[in-house]
T-cell receptor, first 114, second 114 residues
Framework: DQQVKQNSPSLSVQEGRISILNCDYT??????FLWYKKYPAEGPTFLIS?????DKNEDGRFTVFLNKSAKHLSLHIVPSQPGDSAVYFC?????????????FGTGTRLTIIP | DGGITQSPKYLFRKEGQNVTLSCEQN?????MYWYRQDPGQGLRLIYY???????QKGDIAEGYSVSREKKESFPLTVTSAQKNPTAFYLC?????????????FGPGTRLTVL
C-alpha cells in the first residue's frame, strides 16, 4: 500500500518556466512533509519542508503548497534552471521532525529543457 | 567537513555471501537510518536507530541486520537470506532536536550480487 504517491514518473519543463511536481498521500496521520532532490548515484538532499499547520512555505525559487483536505502537496520551482534536472521525492512523517520515520513517494524525474 | 560517509560506492558479491555496508557520520546525530532504492520505487526503510545500542525494524527488514555500538556508526549487513539484495543502499541521519532540518543522506552504496 503506497501511502505517498507521485503519479507522474517524469516531467519536462522549458528553462525559465515553472515546474510543478505533485504528491498525494493517504495517511491522515501525516503532518509533516518534505521534498528531496536526488541526482543519479548520489544520496537525496533535503530541499524544503512544510508542517501541516501551514499551507505554504517558500524558500527562494522553491515553494511547497499543502492542501490537507485534499491530502495533496505540490512543489513549485520558478524559474526552472538546468541544474534542477533531477529526481524529486516527496516524503511524509506522522511525528514532529527529528528522529522521524519518513515514508517516501516513488519520485518524479524532472528534466529542464534549455 | 561534517557529513555522512558510506563505503564503498560500488560493491560486488557472490550470491550466498553476507556483506556489510559501512555508514559513518560526524554530525553528532542521534538517529540513523538505512534505506533501499530500487528502480521505479521510492526509498524504503530497512532499519533505523534512535540511540546507541538500540534499533528498530523498518518496512523491509527481512534479510538484513544492523548494529549500533557507536553513535557515529550504523553498519548494515545484507545476509544471504535477502532474496533480492541488488540495490542502491542509502544511509541517513537526523538530529533529535524538534523542528530542525530533517534527514541527511550519505552518497549511497550500489550493491550488485552476482
Amino acid at each position: 500500500d503506497q501511502q505517498v504517491k507521485q503519479n507522474s514518473p517524469s516531467l519536462s519543463v522549458q528553462e525559465g518556466r515553472i515546474s510543478i511536481l505533485n504528491c498525494d498521500y493517504t495517511n491522515s496521520m501525516f503532518d509533516y512533509f518534505l521534498w528531496y532532490k536526488k541526482y543519479p548515484a548520489e544520496g537525496p538532499t533535503f530541499l524544503i519542508s512544510i508542517s501541516s499547520i501551514k499551507d505554504k512555505n517558500e524558500d527562494g525559487r522553491f515553494t511547497v503548497f499543502l492542501n490537507k483536505s485534499a491530502k495533496h502537496l505540490s512543489l513549485h520551482i520558478v524559474p526552472s534552471q538546468p541544474g534542477d534536472s533531477a529526481v524529486y521525492f516527496c516524503a511524509a512523517s506522522a511525528t514532529p521532525p527529528g528522529n522521524e520515520k519518513l515514508t517516501f513517494g516513488t519520485g518524479t524525474r524532472l528534466t529542464i529543457i534549455p | 567537513d561534517g557529513g555522512i560517509t558510506q563505503s564503498p560506492k560500488y560493491l560486488f558479491r557472490k550470491e550466498g555471501q553476507n556483506v556489510t555496508l559501512s555508514c559513518e557520520q560526524n554530525l553528532n546525530h542521534d538517529a540513523m537510518y538505512w534505506y533501499r532504492q530500487d528502480p521505479g520505487q521510492g526509498l524504503r526503510l530497512i532499519y533505523y536507530s534512535q540511540i546507541v545500542n538500540d534499533f528498530q525494524k523498518g518496512d523491509i527488514a527481512e534479510g538484513y541486520s544492523v548494529s549500533r555500538e557507536k553513535k557515529e556508526s550504523f553498519p548494515l549487513t545484507v545476509t544471504s537470506a535477502q532474496k533480492n539484495p541488488t540495490a542502491f543502499y542509502l544511509c541517513a541521519s537526523s538530529s533529535d532536536l524538534p523542528f530542525t532540518d530533517t534527514q541527511y543522506f550519505g552518497p549511497g552504496t550500489r550493491l550488485t550480487v552476482l
